[in-house]
């Protein structure tokens, strides 16, 4: 039997992202239980309905929703840009929610873990996601909740190496496993 499908979504497009840092890791923590795939969303056109009709479609919309399609859950892991999600992660969100009627989102489980360098763990970004989330029929964990604050004392070389940090997020992972498993029964 095969593992069920994760997809992992950073909303951050930077080399250096501490996002894709924090992602990387709970992708190592998740891959025992899941085939864990990383989605691409840096080539995504900002989204107009006007591109959806006839053979206007971008490629890399087609792509993108056929990525996320088959997904059995999906985790998002998004920096706090002024109190908000990146626009690059709501623009995904929007591309994979259309064309009406036809999102790919709906229904699936999914998680939210905010990463920041200030101590607030990008709350604003969290909640923010998870409202666009709850319009979309994305089945969202509750709890634990994950605010990653201070992320940069918890790096190394772009690698996650606090082990407070790791130990919170394995067990973030853990309870990720369960509500996927419980929601995909």
Request: without cysteine.
């Amino acid at each position: 039997m095969s593992k069920q499908q994760v997809g992992v979504i950073v909303g951050s497009l930077r080399q250096g992202s501490f996002s894709k840092a924090v992602a990387q890791y709970v992708a190592t923590q998740l891959s025992e239980a899941f085939d864990v795939f990383f989605i691409d969303i840096s080539d995504l056109p900002i989204y107009n309905q006007d591109l959806d009709a006839g053979d206007a479609t971008p490629a890399a919309w087609t792509r993108f929703r056929a990525d996320v399609a088959p997904l059995d859950a999906v985790l998002f892991v998004t920096p706090e840009y002024n109190r908000s999600m990146p626009g690059v992660l709501k623009n995904a969100l929007d591309v994979g929610s259309r064309p009406y009627g036809a999102s790919v989102w709906a229904g699936k489980p999914g998680a939210v873990i905010s990463v920041s360098p200030g101590a607030i763990g990008a709350f604003g970004a969290n909640h923010h996601l998870r409202q666009v989330a709850t319009f979309l029929d994305i089945a969202l964990m509750q709890q634990p909740e994950a605010y990653v604050g201070n992320i940069v004392n918890a790096l190394s070389d772009g690698v996650l190496t606090d082990e407070g940090v790791q130990g919170f997020l394995t067990t973030f992972a853990q309870a990720f496993t369960q509500w996927v498993r419980r929601l995909s029964a």
